[in-house]
């Protein structure tokens, strides 16, 4: 039995479909904390049950017979993050899993600028602490955050974002893809994988220049200073504790933290990873 937690989310859900296409949905099992966006799944023969990383009691049956448990990290920061990676964790292990596996970020490490990619690493700490062996997606940065950051730009046309450095920003469908052919492939790595990255860094200089060509209409590339960045964000609604998380998307950038280009991806999905202009093709208004 695969269990998969976060399976209503964006990657977790996608990551069942495409391991449906691998493996019987007999030996598939969802810990969610709505079963009920999950009947689609539960339809197909996947056995769907409520899980919370806050209910340990709860992680004991939806696990309950579990090989291997693939956590999908949750969209939180700081402490509460890894408390309830680590939660899942613990619960993997008491259910019998053979291999536990997590997507983490290429980015990983207890010094990074960016606090999710501490928290990343905090989570592989408990993993190689966990007794059992065990599986950690480096995944490449999200395109997704990338079409997020464009949303105003594609409207005005001006892209005013801090200064920044190149990104290997990598598609959900092709990070899915790559999660379940290694659960459906037990064993294929241990540890952390090589980061799971598309085949080119880019910068936001080169999106602004993509999503100009992509929707036809030009889009200027600005520089925001960080701390008028951090200020505006703020102004329109922003927690300052976010907006600070999301400044140090760029600084960590800055940094270098995210530019690296590995070929695993590829190797893992037969072809090449999906470009950026495919991405924001699908994804950008009036592309």
Not at 81 to 95: L, P, T
Not at 279 to 286: A, T
């Amino acid at each position: 039995m695969i269990i998969v937690t976060g399976a209503t989310g964006l990657l977790g859900r996608q990551i069942v479909e495409r391991l449906l296409t691998r493996v019987p949905a007999g030996r598939i099992g969802l810990s969610v904390r709505d079963p009920e966006k999950a009947q689609a799944f539960a339809d197909q023969g996947v056995r769907v049950r409520r899980g919370d990383f806050a209910d340990a009691g709860g992680l004991a049956h939806a696990f309950e017979g579990a090989t291997q448990v693939l956590i999908v990290s949750i969209d939180k920061m700081g402490d509460e993050a890894v408390r309830g990676h680590r939660a899942a964790i613990d619960a993997a292990v008491a259910a019998g899993a053979r291999r536990v596996l997590y997507t983490s970020h290429m980015g990983a490490s207890a010094t990074s600028h960016f606090q999710a990619c501490r928290d990343h690493a905090a989570t592989e700490e408990a993993l190689r602490a966990c007794g059992v062996p065990y599986t950690s997606l480096r995944n490449g940065f999200y395109a997704a955050s990338a079409v997020r950051f464009l949303d105003q730009a594609t409207g005005s046309g001006r892209l005013a974002l801090p200064a920044d450095g190149p990104v290997s920003w990598t598609s959900h469908d092709d990070l899915a893809e790559a999660a379940a052919a290694v659960l459906a492939d037990e064993g294929r790595f241990d540890g952390p994988t090589p980061p799971l990255t598309a085949a080119e860094a880019l910068d936001f200089d080169d999106i602004a220049r993509i999503a100009g060509d992509v929707t036809g209409r030009p889009i200027s590339r600005t520089t925001a200073p960080d701390d008028r960045f951090r200020r505006q964000m703020e102004e329109h609604g922003v927690p300052a504790g976010y907006a600070g998380h999301l400044l140090d998307i760029f600084v960590a950038a800055r940094a270098g933290e995210f530019a690296t280009v590995d070929p695993t991806l590829a190797t893992l999905l037969g072809h090449e990873p999906t470009p950026l202009s495919a991405v924001l093709r699908k994804h950008l208004p009036g592309a």
